[in-house]
C-alpha cells in the first residue's frame, strides 16, 4: 500500500531493482511480471486515506489472498494530523493486533523528527509522534543516508577515502523476539535504484 507513488511507478522500480540494471529488456519484463502474478498485490490509491480501509484490505489481504508481508507507506498518510498522539496510538495498537491474529507481517513506513544535522544518526526515540509507534511493533528498522559522504564526493569525486565509506546504514535498533541488533553497510547501485550491502555492486 504505497499511497505516495502510483502503483505503475511502483512496479517500474521492483523491475530495475530485480534486474540490477536500468533498462531491462522484454523478456525480462514478461518473466517478472509472470513471476508476481498471484504472489504480489498493490493498493491502487495515492494521498490521504481513512484507518478503516486499510485495515479491510490487511483483512483482504490475509484472508483472501494469503498475503505474508503488506508494507504500508505510510502511516502519515492513515492518520490524520502529524500531532495526534491518540490516532497514532490507536493505529499502530489495531496494526499490531491484526498482525497477530492474522500471522502477517505489517511493515509500516513513518519519518523521524528533524534532527540538529543530517549527519546525525537517527533512533527508535526520534520517530515522530507518540512513543507507542516505537513501543509496539516488534521489530524497529531505522534508516540512514550518509549525507556526509555525497558532500564530500561532490567536493573532491576522485578522493578513494570519500568513496570507501557507506551510502547509508540500516539500523535495527529493536528486535523484541531476536537477539541482534545492529547496523548494515549499504551501498547506493544507482542502475537498480536499490541499496546493496556489498561495496562491490557498483556502476562502472
Not at 513501543?135 to 549525507?147: E, I
Amino acid at each position: 500500500m504505497s499511497f505516495e507513488m502510483k502503483p505503475l511507478a511502483t512496479l517500474k522500480r521492483m523491475l530495475r531493482q530485480c534486474a540490477m540494471n536500468s533498462n531491462p529488456d522484454y523478456r525480462f519484463v514478461d518473466r517478472f511480471m509472470d513471476f508476481l502474478t498471484g504472489r504480489a498485490y498493490i493498493f491502487d490509491h495515492l494521498g490521504s486515506i481513512n484507518e478503516r480501509v486499510v485495515y479491510a484490505a490487511i483483512r483482504y489481504a490475509a484472508l483472501e489472498r494469503k498475503v505474508n508481508h503488506i508494507i504500508i507507506d505510510s502511516m502519515m498518510k492513515c492518520v490524520k494530523g502529524s500531532d495526534d498522539c491518540s490516532s497514532q496510538k490507536d493505529f499502530m495498537n489495531s496494526i499490531t493486533r491484526m498482525a497477530q491474529q492474522y500471522g502477517v507481517h505489517i511493515h509500516v513506513v513513518h519519518h523521524i523528527k528533524k534532527l540538529e544535522s543530517e549527519e546525525c544518526l537517527p533512533n527508535k526515540f526520534d520517530l515522530k509522534g507518540d512513543s507507542s509507534i516505537s513501543d509496539m511493533p516488534d521489530q524497529v528498522l531505522t534508516v540512514w543516508r550518509n549525507k556526509r559522504k555525497e558532500r564530500a564526493i561532490k567536493k573532491s569525486p576522485t578522493d578513494p577515502k570519500a568513496n570507501e565509506a557507506e551510502d547509508a546504514l540500516l539500523v535495527c535498533d529493536k528486535n523484541r523476539h531476536g537477539e541482534w541488533e545492529g547496523h548494515v553497510r549499504l551501498w547506493y547501485h544507482p542502475p537498480s535504484l536499490q541499496y546493496t550491502a556489498d561495496s562491490r555492486c557498483m556502476p562502472l
